[in-house]
């Protein structure tokens, strides 16, 4: 079990807007930064968004992240059908080391 | 372009060590203020950050592995390696090697740089 919590799915259609969350605690989310990162099928996990809202070069600015206390939210707005991959959060915890969200599948219908 | 190439046995025994190394290629893992570790996926399930390990040595881990695991570097060679001793069915995973960029102050701390994955099965 992971200790950030995200929900397993989440979809939508194209050229909409979709959420999707990640639930930590005091000692994670509410005290240090969360990234996001994108998995596509039978590939290796990317950076999409770094330090709870920054996007590294070449992510386009339909993705961004926020964070209010201890959770989080990735958004995808213009969906598009090349959207569909795993979501993973992540963030540093006070006790010294990483943890990960259980991720999110998002389907493009 | 910095690379990272993991290799190591795909097929380990239960109770035996499991042991991968990660090349890097096309610079230096001494450059910058960056940890060497390794996140593994289990099939079908979500990721696990296992370890990262400075050039010079230090090391963090996490905590539910930490009895078992031993991340070391190699700078001559240019890699590091993982020890994953008393395995089980439940450490199957695709294991990737990433770089955790660590410069700047920890809000900004990220993994920036992924390997392609080495699989590993753990089964007699």
């Known amino acids: 079990q992971s200790v950030l919590t995200q929900p397993p799915s989440a979809s939508g259609t194209p050229g909409q807007r979709v959420t999707m969350s990640c639930s930590g605690s005091s000692s994670n989310i509410g005290s240090n930064t969360v990234n996001w990162y994108q998995q596509l099928p039978g590939t290796a996990p990317k950076l999409l968004i770094y330090s709870n809202n920054q996007r590294p070069s070449g992510v386009p600015d339909r993705f961004s992240g926020s964070k209010s206390g201890t959770s989080a939210s990735l958004a995808i707005s213009g969906l598009q059908s090349e959207d569909e991959a795993d979501y993973y959060c992540a963030a540093w915890d006070d006790n010294l080391h990483w943890v990960f969200g259980g991720g999110t599948k998002l389907t493009v219908l | 372009q910095l690379q990272l190439q993991g290799s190591g046995p795909g097929l380990v025994k239960p109770l035996e060590t499991l042991s991968l190394t990660c090349g890097v290629s096309?610079?230096?893992?001494?450059?910058?203020?960056?940890?060497w570790g390794w996140i593994r996926q289990p099939p079908g399930k979500g990721l696990e950050w296992v370890g990262s390990i400075y050039y010079s040595g230090g090391t963090y881990y996490n905590p539910s592995l930490k009895s078992r695991v031993t991340i070391s570097v190699d700078t001559s060679k240019n890699q590091f390696s993982l020890n994953l001793r008393s395995v089980t069915a439940a450490d199957t995973a695709l294991y990737f090697c990433a770089r955790w960029d660590a410069s700047g102050s920890y809000d900004i701390w990220h993994f920036d740089l992924w390997g392609r994955g080495t699989p590993v099965t753990v089964s007699s």
């Open positions: 096309g610079g230096s893992l001494r450059g910058g203020f960056y940890y």
